[in-house]
């Protein structure tokens, strides 16, 4: 598109008012509906997105979705004068425009872009001079001549109400290849979106991808001569969530002001700019009913139909915050919780301040409604938090003795906006059980230095009061002292407690004994495998599920389960851990803590089976999930990383490697003991030994060598390693203890020390011995398809494998495979890569979903994004690769040894 001014002046020069028959009278065309409106000043430059919607030229439908504010109007306004990809025909849509005004305007638009009309063109009647179904088949079959594709706009689509214009445009759409259509709205238009996402036409553009980077806000506060530090310009787009108007308010709000952090710190819903914004885009385009909807229900940060329908009174919940949704009223679904919405937080903030304003007895009671609710289905945490936020002490401190295993163990979703108010100083003191309710607040919003104040007011009033009023609030304020150690990664405190707790109920069978069992014994060997004592953790995990499938508390025993996947793939039952992994993640979908926790774990487990099994796209897939998973177990955090380290290790991407080890002492979660310290130390030997400095590692491994008399398995291996490293195979020989016996460790170390063993056996010249041990090795790693320590051994291991298949072996068939995958790994691994354009880290993991069936809602579920942000990785998946479809790329990556 040509200058704005210069293109109205052609367009009043070139439009004459079109006749209509039908109406009697001239159907006059506003030029200013034809012309993108001109930018703001300052404009933020967005070229993310404008490479987004140069790549959807080659599309015939690309559609904006998002709600008021979010720059649809200026991006496609810039996007269409700059672009020279095709030319551009524009149209506003406006309240009241009908199929009428949309086709003498278009027609009168793809006119002045010189897309129809001229005398080398096939004429196209104007539309009010023939019926509408000739009109659409000459503007189709003029459009189709044209040897380039051509685009047309249409902005704010969401006022075209007339359902024959909106099946006229699919109609052109199905019938014009070379239209390019462009639309912007605040709702999903009806243009039969399914036919074009099925054929991999349809480009979709939603307000996530439109949201503020950090850059981006940074860019539009310093246009308004503001600068802050990154941490506060983080804060404002997480407080905002990205919503580029809510950020100019404020960059407009903060020019000249002496201390800009201050408005970032005090920002609501409730900024002028902000409230008069929602009011006159939002909430006025309701209607009183919807109105009350809102106000009833901002009182919870998730809503699900049911709670709508307690919080109003009324039924239709779930058909009214999917309409919401729809029409853009800032609403959106949970991702990964099928059935549960929120409310942008400064429109939730907005909605709270004015019932609360309007109606402070009316707040109250609806908080009530919501805890019994909340209460009523298991969400103990989130009923504690809305009785507290409403001030009803007496529900809140019924909420937590009722549910107190639960909050102690796998606190839920939010159950209000932030912290809910103290209660008075006076009662909290006066009632150690009130104290106790809000250190579980506390510790659910995760400020553990104000639960640890609650928690020693809890303690100092349990101990004014009688026995008889000990018993139960005792053990809530140890539950809730071992919930506090674990939120602080304090394995040492955890099994102290947790001991505590199983000492006081050694031999009781009532429903509040079998809950303290249950919640310790699963603390108890979280901790226990942090701490390296993986025998005892064993033991307690699996009493822990019998406990709590006995009690029916399915939550407890899936994360026990999910534990001791990770134990037993560790230890090489590798059949048995994927097994039960599958299982903890098939479970019903926990949103609490323990269930973050349950998956973290079952997808480490399931990360260290495919990389046992040389599958190390698939195992970088799962670690990518495990990582995704707001857990705070350090084992599995500890585990995440030494797995990650050892796949770039397998790819000799070393740099990749100490990478992630640096990230990981960086990781306070992931070197909460010395056990899980001493397990990086041995990864970064590795690293060493693999990069030649082997001396280096042995003094590395010194110390925790000098502090045990006999050293741990993997110690020894990495020690032999060294030393046949270094072509000392004797010293290799010494160092590896007998890895033969199944009480000796891990399978997987077992296996590292007999290919160890069997090597330095061939540098000693005694071949006999050493496929003796390789044939044995060989016949313990089978069962369990472990294929990483022959087809990543390097050659040595190759040749050690070639030469066992000359002399004879009973596992020939898959010794020669093993030998082949070797070989193709290592002239991959020499192959110079090709790559222009690196993909991301996040490109990496869609990637890799792409080798698999599943659909890009699914891989969205799975990463817990939107199925728009895995649309745009594959976009530019397909970019980057110069392909143009999921095979392609597969194919493509592989070549490129990506995959």
């Known amino acids: 598109m040509a200058n704005s001014s210069a293109l109205l002046s052609e367009i009043r020069y070139a439009l004459v008012a079109i006749p209509d028959r039908r109406r009697g009278a001239a159907m006059p065309v506003l030029p200013s509906k034809l012309v993108g409106p001109p930018p703001p000043a300052p404009l933020v430059a967005r070229p993310r997105l404008a490479t987004v919607l140069d790549v959807a030229t080659v599309r015939r439908l690309t559609v904006l979705t998002a709600p008021a504010g979010w720059g649809k109007t200026t991006l496609l306004s810039g996007w269409a004068r700059d672009t020279r990809r095709v030319p551009v025909a524009w149209m506003t849509i406006e309240p009241g425009d009908d199929g009428d005004s949309l086709w003498t305007h278009l027609h009168a638009s ?202 109003t009174g009324g039924t239709g919940g779930e058909r009214m915050l999917g309409e919401f949704v ?165 394995p040492a405190a955890v099994e102290a407690i947790a001991g505590q707790l199983l000492a006081d109920v050694a031999s009781g069978h009532a429903d509040h004994d079998v809950r303290v069992r249950v919640v310790a014994r699963t603390a108890l060997g979280a901790a226990q495998l942090a701490t390296g004592d993986r025998e005892t953790a064993e033991r307690n995990l699996v009493a822990g599920a019998h406990v709590a499938e006995r009690a029916f508390l399915p939550c407890a025993r899936h994360a026990c389960s999910a534990r001791l996947a990770v134990l037993w793939a560790g230890r090489g039952e590798l059949g048995r851990a994927e097994r039960v992994a599958r299982e903890a993640l098939r479970a019903p979908t926990c949103t609490g803590r323990c269930g973050a926790d349950r998956r973290a774990a079952a997808y480490l487990a399931l990360a260290t089976v495919s990389f046992e099994r040389d599958r190390l796209a698939e195992a970088d897939c799962y670690l990518d999930l495990a990582t995704n998973q707001p857990q705070r177990d350090p084992f599995v955090a500890a585990g995440v990383a030494t797995t990650r380290i050892a796949i770039h290790h397998a790819r000799s991407d070393i740099a990749a490697a100490y990478a992630t080890l640096r990230a990981a002492r960086r990781d306070r979660d992931a070197i909460a003991t010395t056990y899980l310290c001493e397990r990086l130390t041995v990864a970064e030997a590795e690293l060493r030994i693999g990069c030649g400095e082997t001396a280096m590692a042995r003094a590395l491994l010194q110390p925790m060598l000098d502090t045990v008399r006999e050293p741990q398995l993997d110690l020894a291996v990495a020690l032999g390693r060294s030393f046949l490293c270094d072509g000392d195979h004797r010293a290799a020989a010494r160092a590896l203890p007998d890895w033969s016996d199944t009480g000796a460790g891990p399978l997987a170390l077992r296996l590292d020390a007999g290919l160890l063993a069997a090597l330095a056996a061939h540098c000693g010249a005694d071949p006999r011995r050493a496929g003796d041990i390789l044939e044995h090795v060989l016949e313990l790693a089978q069962p369990e398809g472990f294929r990483r320590p022959f087809t990543h051994g390097g050659p040595p291991v190759r040749r050690l494998l070639a030469n066992h298949l000359d002399a004879g072996t009973a596992q020939w068939s898959w010794v020669r495979d093993l030998v082949d995958t070797g070989a193709e790994r290592a002239v991959a691994a020499a192959r110079p890569p090709l790559l222009v354009e690196s993909l991301t880290d996040r490109e990496f993991t869609v990637l890799r979903y792409l080798q698999g069936a599943m659909a890009n809602s699914e891989i969205a579920g799975d990463l817990s994004v939107s199925v728009n942000t895995v649309k745009t990785h594959v976009r530019n998946i397909y970019r980057k690769l110069a392909v143009t479809g999921r095979r392609a790329a597969v194919r493509r990556a592989r070549e490129l040894t990506l995959l």
């Open 110 to 311: 793809l006119s002045a872009a010189s897309v129809i009309g001229g005398y080398d063109q096939r004429p196209v009647p104007v539309p009010s001079s023939v019926s509408r179904r000739v009109y659409l088949s000459e503007l189709a079959t003029a459009l189709a001549d044209r040897p380039t594709p051509v685009g047309i706009v249409l902005d704010d689509m969401h006022h075209l109400a007339d359902p024959d214009a909106l099946r006229d445009l699919d109609f052109l759409l199905r019938h014009a290849e070379s239209l390019r259509l462009v639309v912007a709205a605040r709702t999903e238009p009806s243009l039969a979106l399914h036919r074009w996402r099925v054929g991999g036409e349809l480009t979709e553009i939603s307000a996530e991808d439109l949201a503020f980077t950090d850059a981006e806000a940074a860019h539009a506060l310093a246009q308004h001569g503001v600068e802050l530090p990154a941490a506060d310009v983080d804060t404002l787009r997480v407080l905002t969530e990205g919503w580029p108007a809510a950020i100019r308010f404020m960059a407009q709000a903060m020019c000249g002001q002496p201390d800009p952090q201050r408005l970032v710190d005090r920002l609501t819903g409730e900024q002028p700019a902000i409230a008069e914004y929602l009011d006159r885009e939002v909430l006025a385009c309701q209607s009183p009913h919807e109105r009350d909807f809102l106000l009833a229900t901002s009182v919870s940060p998730r809503l699900c139909g049911t709670l709508a329908d307690a919080l």
């Open 326 to 490: 729809r029409r853009g009223a800032f609403t959106v679904e949970i991702p990964g919780e099928p059935g549960w919405y929120r409310y942008h937080p400064l429109f939730a903030e907005l909605l709270r301040s004015r019932l609360r304003r309007a109606a402070p007895d009316r707040f109250s009671e609806l908080h009530g409604r919501a805890a019994d609710w909340f209460a009523a289905h298991g969400h103990g945490g989130a009923a504690l938090d809305q009785a507290l936020a409403g001030g009803d002490w007496d529900r809140a401190t019924a909420v937590l003795f009722g549910h107190w295993h639960r909050i102690a163990m796998c606190p839920d979703g939010p159950g209000t906006h932030g912290a809910a108010a103290a209660p008075p100083e006076d009662l909290v003191r006066a009632a150690p059980e009130l104290a106790l309710a809000y250190a579980a607040h506390l510790l659910r919003v995760n400020d553990g230095t104000g639960a640890d104040v609650f928690l020693r007011l809890a303690g100092a009033g349990l101990n004014r009061h009688r026995a008889d009023r000990r018993g139960p609030a005792r053990t809530v304020h140890k539950a809730l002292c071992l919930a506090r150690a674990w939120q602080d990664a304090n």
